[in-house]
């Protein structure tokens, strides 16, 4: 079985060219530290472009303190 609240992180990708947020992947954050760029279709330019990780939070990794 798999286990929970492993070294995975949800992660934005955000596009070079047009500045949209497509795509959303996981990434092993002990493995890959540094920022993760590919180069992924972009239905709004209707061309392949690159797509780099988002400095910003998403909001779905931390965890919420009991009250």
Known sequence: MAKKGGKRKIIGMISEES??????????????PEKL?????SPK???VVLFTETKK???RNEVKPKK
Do not use: A, I
């Not at 500045?19 to 890959?32: C, H, I, S």
């Not at 760029?37 to 279709?41: E, F, T």
């Open 19 to 32: 500045g949209e947020r497509r795509y959303y992947t996981t990434k092993n954050t002990m493995n890959t």
């Open 37 to 41: 760029s590919l180069r992924k279709y």
């Open 45 to 47: 330019l209707r061309k």
């Open 57 to 59: 939070s998403l909001g």
